[in-house]
């Protein structure tokens, strides 16, 4: 069985993956980066369309949404599992996560490690951590 996103549900998939489990990263070693400049320029747009004060991963979606990427950094395996994130990488790999924490996520009966699992597969095409 396959199960069928449109662009906006992945990206409200993981949006929701990055709330909820990111800090399990920290754990592995690895940690979430962007350029300051695409940061600012995230920040800027969101508080344009009246969003005076938007979440941290808020402005993460927009940077991958401006076209700029996510970077993952690897500090612990010698950068073996570093890896930049784009906005179609989320639309391609949301999808194709395990079938059980995609239903979790639809069904709004996700935790932290739906979540993580999501992040992991979005980065890797696979569960490597965990």
Known sequence: MQILLT???????????????????DGYGLELTY???DYRKAS????????????WEDILMQILRQG????IVDHECDG???RDITLDMV???VRNAPQEH???MYNEDDDAETADVILQ????QEIIFG
């Open 7 to 25: 662009p906006q549900e992945s990206e409200d998939f993981f949006l929701n993956a990055l709330c909820n489990g990111l800090s399990y990263f």
């Open 35 to 37: 350029k300051n400049l």
């Open 44 to 55: 800027e747009t969101l508080r344009a369309q009246s969003i005076s004060a938007p979440a």
């Open 68 to 71: 700029d990427t996510l970077r």
């Open 80 to 82: 073996e599992y570093s």
């Open 91 to 93: 639309h391609d790999r």
């Open 102 to 104: 995609l239903m979790n």
């Open 121 to 124: 597969w979005v980065a890797y």
